[in-house]
């Protein structure tokens, strides 16, 4: 019989180091994952609070409200409120897994196989990071974004810095590219990028051009409106990209910081439209990978049924009426419909032929299952493998609220023949970044007036933003536009629902 | 493919810690605030403890464009009854209607805690001591000098020899000199040699040797080491405050307890902001004693009143310990404003003529019983005295307590940070 990995609760570096050696064996030749390299460390729940606050990179910039992120996990932590996460995982080449030190053994294999195999797979092969995220250079980055956002404070000021960053943070969320541009995003070569602009700088001043009169400005009154909209890119849905290229008082260091902010909020933009998918191959992987190495007889039957707890917990869905529920757990989709592919591939039914011709029956699981991993998201793969035998698992059924209707909330589909299409479409569309964020997009710049910014939100089943958050919002953009605002909600009928104008606040003046 | 496992446990925690204080500066009218209105539900000692405090989020809420309302659709499992076409009530069916992420909501005020150090910083960030004049020439005119390791050069009476040995020492083994002993041994040697060819061998070694130790010397300019000073500034007393607390027979319960209350913030105060301030504890009835502070915040007394006595010991412990031209001088006196009759003019006598000439503040405190409002008592013989000194240009603050919760807005008031004229015009 084989060697067992580990005994008992205990672990030493030594141990984890057989535990990645055997789960890798499995990972690579059973399962032919690939990943990037991997790199595991062991941190205090300390050090994990640290890492939640600063969204869970191992270094970012200095700002309070990551402090203040700081302050709210640790209070809830304190008071028992609020377990931490056995691990956190960084896409990055090579893949960094943080493990905490109070895991068991058990807990330890399970979060290497978890993170540093079934995580790591999924980053390295899914379209959206490959096509969005870029693993090489993502330290590197945050390391010149640190010290760019340092140097800045030190030449123009701590109140200066926090306040464009303030701004950009309330834009992040729409401050992503949500459609391939020309070229894949090279981190490495943005901070090269921003020493040759200064340098350029540099070389080119001089004072004397300070001095040249000036003559009288062109008339550009002549621009048709078509024109003008070209020139400038628009309609343009990235708020951040739209500034930083346009915004016309903005100082260079400025639209750096933007283009920082820009920059992390589109390698956190795939993670957000994967993690049913994400964290359902993890779990999937840690499952396969576990119980190999029990029938292998590398795991003692109690710690396998350690493992078996913690996994159980791991994907408890909690039902609609359940004071636990809080929506899907990912974690228990994302794992459901993985085990039920496999089961499609391996031992189809009628039913499953008909709803899966492709690959009911192919017996190939893991080749199916590599495929599905590198090629969708959250929503085209629950529009596609959601299949009618786990929703009846699930029992799940569709809701449909309009608060016009005085009968109440009407069920309009529920998991049989004639509800199985309408409630897959239902869930798929919950996941899809592109209903959930506001669509608010940039449509004009009044440049021979008041230089008045124009944006649109699109308004969608009737669900207006929030008053006092769009306005909060809305006066940072004006403050970095530094002219008047305009959002105007308009429904699918070009109906103006509500309007919004917001003017810059005077800067104070600037501290040398 | 090779896979690195790194023990981080030991790095230096507190990575979060400029963070933490970003916010909390951020933060700062609100949790100073939250701050106050916490030590006042507080015994003062625990004032010093830090903990928990409650702010809202209101400050410090980040923006975001969220959506509301609207139709909704949703997909729910765990549907045991429901088939297409029902109609849910929307009262009964909270649950299904809250399931939406309230990340947003669950932020509205949210309660953290603050170390000790930053609770107390918090607390008393905008007091000071007023008009701390004579601190500035205290400062420039003592400097003390302190040993401060070795230099390689300096004045040949700063020379440390042992040190200098020691380099020498290791200097020479290892360059390898020879030995005043291996020098003696080969003269031996040769001495006694009586072969030929062997002695010319050894007196070339001899020669050799010679050679080597001079031209390595046996203390080198290199070796030299001096004793290194650095002068710092000396920190001397700077400042001392006179507490005069009335503890007779007429002072109540409860105005003990003011006055203890007024005092232990004095303390924490002077303690925390500046080290090297001394305080004086002198209690009196109808004399006055100094104390320590163990038996002025907790010993029991109790007599008659001579506001007079406490005055003198000030005087005497001034004239003893504390020359007026060195020290800042502060009194804060807490009474309930009885006063013998006879002692009035005793008091008024000292306190113009010795204690406020000395003084850079003097701050009385009336305690009255609780729910007492001054409106409708008659002055107390103490205040109407130091209110004509006051009103006679003397540099007196007064002020009444009568409820617990006043005792902090009013010290903060008596000890706020003013700009005067004086700040502005020193370098």
Not at chain 1, 164 to 186: E, N, Q, V
Not at chain 2, 369 to 394: H, V
Request: charged residues 30%.
């Amino acid at each position: 019989m084989t060697e067992r990995l580990f005994e008992g609760a205990d672990w030493d570096f030594h141990t984890l180091q057989r535990i990645t050696d055997a789960c890798e064996e499995v990972a690579l030749k059973d399962l032919g994952l690939d990943v990037y390299p991997n790199q595991i460390e062991v941190i205090t729940a300390e050090q994990m609070l640290d890492a939640y606050s600063s969204v869970g990179m191992p270094l970012f910039y200095k700002h309070w409200s990551f402090g203040k992120h700081f302050a709210f996990h640790e209070a809830s932590y304190r008071k028992g409120l609020m377990g931490l996460a056995y691990e956190i995982v960084i896409n990055s080449s090579p893949c960094i897994s943080y493990l905490m030190e109070e895991n068991t053994a058990t807990m330890q294999a399970l979060v290497i196989a978890h993170a540093a195999f079934g995580h790591n797979h999924f980053f390295k092969n899914n379209y959206l990071f490959k096509q969005w995220t870029d693993a090489d250079g993502i330290l590197d980055y945050l390391d010149f974004a640190k010290n760019y956002v340092m140097q800045c404070e030190d030449r123009y000021g701590r109140v200066e810095v926090e306040r464009t960053l303030d701004a950009a943070h309330a834009l992040m969320s729409h401050g992503i590219d949500r459609y391939p541009g020309k070229k894949k995003l090279d981190l490495r070569a943005e901070e090269k990028r921003a020493g040759r602009r200064r340098q350029h700088e540099e070389e080119v001043f001089n004072d004397l051009w300070r001095t040249v009169p000036k003559g009288a400005t062109k008339s550009r009154s002549a621009l048709s409106i078509e024109r003008r909209r070209k020139l400038l890119g628009l309609p343009q849905e990235n708020l951040l990209y739209f500034l930083e290229k346009s915004a016309p008082r903005l100082a260079p260091w400025q639209r750096e910081l933007l283009r920082i902010v820009r920059h992390i909020a589109q390698y956190f933009y795939p993670q957000s439209q994967t993690k049913v998918m994400n964290e359902g191959t993890a779990t999937y992987v840690h499952y396969r990978i576990m119980t190999k190495l029990h029938e292998q007889g590398r795991i003692s039957d109690g710690n396998f049924l350690e493992f078996l707890g913690s996994h159980t917990n791991v994907v408890f869905q909690p039902e609609f009426d359940d004071p636990r529920f809080s929506g899907f757990n990912p974690y228990a989709l994302g794992f459901a419909v993985m085990q039920d592919i496999e089961r499609i591939v391996t031992r189809p039914e009628d039913e499953d032929r008909e709803w899966f011709p492709d690959i009911a029956g192919r017996n190939d699981v893991m080749g199916v299952l590599r495929d599905v991993w590198a090629n969708y998201r959250d929503e085209s793969f629950i529009g596609q493998f959601l299949s009618p035998r786990l929703m009846r698992h699930f029992r799940m059924f569709h809701l449909h609220d309009d608060p016009e209707e005085r009968a109440g909330i009407r069920v309009d589909a529920i998991h049989d023949e004639r509800g199985f299409r309408r409630v897959r479409r239902e869930l798929a569309r919950q996941h899809d970044v592109g209903f959930i964020d506001a669509n608010i997009e940039v449509v004009d710049v009044d440049l021979s007036g008041d230089r008045r910014l124009i944006l649109h939100h699109h308004v969608i089943k009737g669900s207006q933003l929030n008053e006092t958050d769009a306005k909060r919002v809305l006066q940072h953009l004006a403050d970095l536009w530094t002219y008047d605002v305009a959002l105007i909600e308009v429904d699918t009928n070009d109906k103006v629902l509500r309007e919004y104008v917001v003017s810059p606040r005077p800067i104070p003046a600037a501290v040398a | 493919m090779p896979i690195h496992i790194i023990d981080r446990r030991l790095n230096p925690g507190g990575k979060s810690l400029e963070n933490r204080q970003r916010f909390l500066r951020r933060a700062k009218s609100l949790v100073q605030g939250a701050v106050k209105k916490t030590s006042q539900e507080r015994d003062i000692k625990d004032v010093l403890e830090g903990g928990e405090v409650t702010i809202p989020l209101d400050g410090m809420h980040e923006p975001r464009f969220r959506r509301e309302g609207g139709t909704r659709d949703m997909v729910l499992p765990g549907n045991k009854k429901f088939i297409e076409g029902d109609y849910l009530q929307r009262s009964g069916q909270g649950s299904a209607k809250d399931s939406g992420p309230g990340e947003g909501d669950s932020e509205d005020a949210f309660r953290f805690v603050l170390s000790r150090d930053e609770f107390v910083d918090l607390f008393l960030d905008d007091l000071e001591l007023p008009d701390l004049a004579k601190r500035k020439i205290a400062q420039t005119e003592s400097e003390g000098i302190q040993r401060a390791g070795y230099t390689t050069s300096g004045s040949p009476a700063n020379i440390s020899v042992s040190r200098t040995v020691r380099l020498a020492l290791a200097r020479r083994i290892a360059l390898k000199r020879p030995r005043k002993e291996e020098i003696e041994e080969l003269e031996a040697a040769i001495a006694a040699c009586t072969d030929e060819d062997e002695r010319v061998e050894l007196v070339a070694e001899l020669e050799r040797l010679k050679a080597k130790s001079k031209r390595i010397p046996f203390i080198d300019p290199l070796d030299i080491r001096y004793r290194r000073f650095e002068t710092v500034p000396k920190p001397v007393a700077q400042a001392v405050m006179f507490c005069l607390m009335d503890v007779s027979g007429s002072m109540s319960e409860h105005m003990k307890d003011l006055a203890k209350r007024f005092y232990m913030l004095l303390y924490v105060f002077l303690k925390r902001r500046y080290k090297h301030v001394e305080i004086v504890f002198i209690r009196h009835t109808d004399r006055a004693e100094e104390v320590d502070e163990q038996t002025f915040f907790y010993g029991p007394a109790s007599g008659g009143t001579l506001v007079s006595s406490a005055l003198q010991a000030m005087h005497e412990i001034v004239r003893e310990r504390f020359n007026p031209a060195d020290w800042n001088i502060y009194a804060a006196q807490a009474s309930d404003g009885d006063n013998s009759y006879s002692d009035g003019e005793l008091t008024g006598l000292l306190l113009t003529d010795k204690i406020l000439p000395v003084c850079q503040f003097f701050a009385y405190l009336e305690v009255g019983e609780s729910g007492g409002s001054a409106f409708d008592l008659s002055d107390s013989s103490l205040w109407t005295l130091y209110e004509r000194l006051r009103t006679g240009g003397a540099p007196l603050s007064m002020r009444k307590v009568s409820e617990r919760s006043e005792i902090f807005p009013v010290f903060h008031d008596l000890f706020q940070r003013r700009e005067t004229a004086q700040e502005k015009t020193a370098p």
